[in-house]
């Protein structure tokens, strides 16, 4: 499974960005795909996490303010982030998990909110 991210970018707080990531190869065996974070001098944390068959997880820290959302013609999440802080600043990760537990990782694309 390859995963392609796009979408990062610099923002004032309060503005909203979006994070695409789109899968490849052998995704028929995808159950999980989501978001982590990492920033600087901090451990890589899970934003959000969608299943194929809907259920949403998010981190507290984002609840309200950053929905996920998947396409599933186009093998491709996303994840709507609102209401930007300086404080989600960070490398956002895309992830996949298949149905035996395997991990996924995207490549990760930055994320800049400036106060």
């Known amino acids: 499974v390859q995963l392609q991210a796009s979408g990062g970018g610099l923002v004032q707080a309060g503005g909203s960005l979006r994070l695409s990531c789109a899968a490849s190869g052998n995704i028929i065996n995808v159950n999980v795909m989501g978001w982590y974070r990492q920033a600087p001098g901090k451990q890589r944390e899970m934003v959000a996490a969608?299943?194929?068959?809907?259920?949403?997880n998010y981190a507290d820290s984002v609840k309200g303010r950053f929905t996920i959302s998947r396409d599933n013609a186009k093998n491709t999440v996303y994840l709507e982030m609102n209401s930007l802080k300086p404080e989600d600043t960070a490398v956002y990760y895309c992830?996949?998990?298949?149905?035996?537990?395997?991990?996924?990782w995207g490549q990760g694309t930055q994320v800049t909110v400036s106060s």
């Open positions: 969608l299943t194929l068959g809907g259920s949403a």
């Open positions: 992830y996949a998990r298949g149905l035996d537990g395997t991990g996924y």
